[in-house]
């Protein structure tokens, strides 16, 4: 066996690292070196100027300081009128501020030089940095001489912005180690890991979550414990101490719980019809169980509210009822499990599609019941998958704002508390602790889970699965089954048929004679939110898709330091509220070294840095299921990782693979709560567009954009699925 560390390695990799140290730090330095020099020639050119303008008259110097101090906001400037060391020195500047540091300093030994310097009819470019009004600044003296250029009539004291030259400098310093400290781990890795590869890609996840995930944490952490510029845990106080934000804490917990719950049990009865029986019209069925995710969040609370309202079509006009309300825990549990189920069901379904039907072939053939080979072979080996679905869901509901703003009533919960922190109150530090809270019922959730699943093993694909799937269930369930799929798909369509309609109508719930009108004005109004928001999630998708997938089988294959470190992080971004997210990428992207604020990367990693937990979970829970004999014989075989992982793991985890994609697109189309805040006059998104359309009682011209919305999704969810198609290895026929 080839020993990867040795004393020559460890030598040569000293010694290199050495080098290249001192060749960053020589060019680094140079580059400082000459920013300098640049910075001293503006100076200079600006000092000339200014002098050169200034009058001689003393009647013209009073208002020549206030006109001078207008005009050039590089430098704060100081008339000083008579000889130093001669005349009664006469001070002119525009505010007291700028006197009371000249006279604060003129005494100390680098302003005496400087004033030597200007009686010898010389410029003074101070080695020093001085404080005025919170900032740095470089001082410089400037003489000022008759027309004949024989006597000295005073001076001008420059107050030069020196906070460019420390950024820069900064900036630089922080370049030159993280270059260093990348080509260290580089080498490294080349010199000493026995897989390069896979070490670069563990190298990759980390930095990406470090960088986009834990240091926008960082800075909305920072941010809660700073009050007034110092720190302080006054934030903290009131939050903890508040029963008003305890009460929304356990309202956001009882939320979840009831939401994650039905919603996984609604996509597992989805799933399994659709995978593992027989039943007829299964795309019909798929697509309506992915119908709820590809629409604006609060479209269907607008449903809902426009059908089921105080004043709602069926409610009131139908049934006339008078005391039915939508609002409150009821209607936001039904509206987040019918919004939220397809992520349970797009989990499920890769899940179900991927257990080999031999184990159940064999607990029927010997005299099994379809229900306790159900009960022992096929949810025990799917409980992977309905643990990660119910926590996906958990979290996403946590995260929603959009639903409980509309439907919420007094029911508190967290994220909207902290959206009104932030939005209504402008405390940016009570929004981030609110958000922050989230974490710890999200993390609990996290570590049962983790704890449940490491205790047994679901491998069952150990080769080739079977093409063939027994059908486990007696007609009557079936028939059952999809008695409440087709309800469930009926009140759907119903809801979305309320959207459609909003399209043809001059505004739904005020006045409902039929127009075109909308349709022209919305999709006038809407072209170019459209074409951004497409061509930005086109952008995230495959990128989210190959990420998480390479994550998963990190998470599931590999052992490394750190590992539940960056499985957490991974994962943390769906548990956070999008105000927050977007609170902390400004924070952290409004600044040196990456300023990303109003591009539209920062978009594209909104959406993949939000979305990765779902194609992450789905990859896991089908990675578990299949047996790393298989990689490690083609790893015997000569086959290096990215073949393994190209012609093995992705074929087999297919499924997931276009379920994590799927959901990326579709979520980054209908995104809001981040985006709010992330959109600039270049970019901009729909979901922000019919959310103000909706705020302005414009739900004629939300309906077409959800509309146009839904077209769209769908469109590209078809060409998806041709282009990319399931494996034909889990492809099953059914026995009987």
Not at 202 to 211: A, P, W
Not at 385 to 397: E, I
Not at 534 to 550: D, E, K, Q, R, Y
Not at 594 to 620: C, D, F, H, Q, S
Request: net charge neutral.
């Amino acid at each position: 066996m080839i020993e990867l560390f040795t004393s020559r390695k460890l030598i040569t990799f000293f010694l290199i690292s050495a080098v290249v140290l001192v060749a960053l730090f020589w060019l680094f330095d140079t580059i400082k070196d000459s920013f300098d020099r640049i910075v001293r020639d503006n100076h200079r050119q600006l000092v000339n100027v200014v002098v050169e303008a200034a009058p001689r008259e003393e009647e013209d110097i009073e208002n020549w300081v206030r006109m001078v101090n207008r005009e050039f906001t590089e430098a704060d400037i100081i008339y000083v009128r008579g000889v130093p060391g001669w005349d009664e020195l006469e001070i002119y500047t525009h505010n007291d501020r700028l006197k009371a540091f000249f006279e604060q300093h003129r005494d100390t030994p680098d302003f005496k030089s400087g004033f030597d310097s200007v009686y010898y009819l010389e410029n003074y470019y101070s080695r020093l940095d001085y404080s005025f009004d919170g900032k740095r600044v470089s001082v410089v003296l400037s003489p000022l001489i008759t027309e004949m250029r024989d006597d000295l009539t005073g001076f001008l004291v420059f107050l030069m912005s020196a906070e460019a030259g420390k950024n820069f400098s900064r900036l630089l310093d922080i370049f030159m180690i993280g270059s260093f400290a990348a080509f260290v781990t580089i080498y490294f890795i080349s010199k000493f890991f026995r897989d390069p590869v896979m070490g670069f890609i563990i190298l990759g996840l980390f930095v990406m979550v470090g960088v986009f995930v834990a240091y926008p944490l960082f800075e909305a952490v920072r941010l809660t414990f700073i009050s007034e510029g110092q720190f302080s845990m006054a934030t903290w106080k009131t939050i903890l101490s508040s029963r008003h934000y305890l009460e929304a804490l356990w309202g956001s917990i009882r939320l979840g719980i009831m939401t994650a719950s039905f919603a996984t049990v609604i996509g597992f009865i989805f799933a399994f019809l659709i995978t593992r029986t027989s039943v007829k019209g299964k795309k019909f069925l798929s697509t309506m169980g992915i119908l709820p995710v590809i629409s604006p969040p609060f479209s269907l609370s607008l449903s809902l509210i426009l059908l089921f309202g105080s004043n709602g079509l069926i409610t009131k006009q139908l049934l006339g009822w008078q005391d039915f309300t939508i609002y409150g825990l009821g209607g936001l549990t039904a509206v987040q499990t019918i919004g939220m189920f397809p992520i349970a069901f797009m989990t499920l379904s890769g899940v179900l599609q991927a257990i080999d039907s031999t184990l159940e072939e064999a607990s029927l053939d010997l005299n099994g019941s379809r229900w306790k080979t159900f009960s022992r072979v096929t949810f025990p080996l799917a409980v992977p998958g309905v643990l990660s679905s119910w926590l996906l869901v958990f979290t996403n509901s946590l995260a929603d704002f959009a639903n409980p703003l509309l439907l919420g009533g007094s029911y508190r919960v967290l994220s909207v508390e902290a959206y009104i922190e932030v939005t209504g109150r402008n405390r940016l530090g009570h929004g981030a602790a609110l958000s922050l809270l989230l974490l710890l019922p999200t993390l609990t959730a996290f570590l049962v889970q983790r704890f449940w699943v490491s205790r047994k093993s679901y491998v069952t694909v150990t080769g080739k699965p079977s093409t063939r799937l027994s059908d486990l269930v007696s007609r009557p369930v079936k028939y059952v089954m999809l008695s409440f799929v087709v309800l469930l798909t009926v009140f759907i369509l119903g809801l979305y048929g309320t959207i459609v309609a909003g399209c043809f109508v001059e505004n739904w719930g005020i006045d409902y004679s039929f127009s075109l009108r909308n349709i022209s004005e919305a999709l006038q109004r809407g072209r170019a939110a459209i074409v951004d928001t497409f061509t930005l999630s086109a952008i995230a998708t495959p990128i989210a898709g190959l990420i998480a997938m390479m994550a998963a089988l990190v998470l599931v294959r590999k052992k490394f330091v750190g590992k539940r470190l960056l499985e957490g992080l991974i994962l943390a971004p769906f548990a956070i509220p999008g105000t927050l997210i977007g609170i902390a990428f400004i924070l952290a992207f409004n600044k040196p070294p990456l300023i990303l604020v109003g591009t539209g990367a920062i978009i594209v990693i909104n959406y993949i840095i939000r979305e990765l937990p779902v194609g992450v979970e789905g990859g896991v829970a089908t990675l578990r299921q299949i047996d790393p004999a298989i990689e490690e014989a083609a790893n015997d075989l000569g086959a290096d990782t990215p073949t393994v992982f190209r012609t093995i793991v992705l074929p087999l985890i297919r499924p997931a693979f276009i379920s994590g994609m799927s959901y990326t697109f579709v979520r980054s189309m209908t995104a809001v709560s981040a985006v709010i805040f992330l959109i600039s006059a270049r970019w901009y998104h729909m979901t922000v567009l019919i959310y103000n359309f909706s705020e302005n009682i414009r739900f004629g011209l939300a309906s077409v954009l959800s509309t146009t919305l839904i077209i769209i999704v769908f469109a590209t969810f078809g060409i998806m699925r041709l282009l990319v198609r399931k494996s034909e290895h889990l492809e099953k026929s059914v026995s009987f």
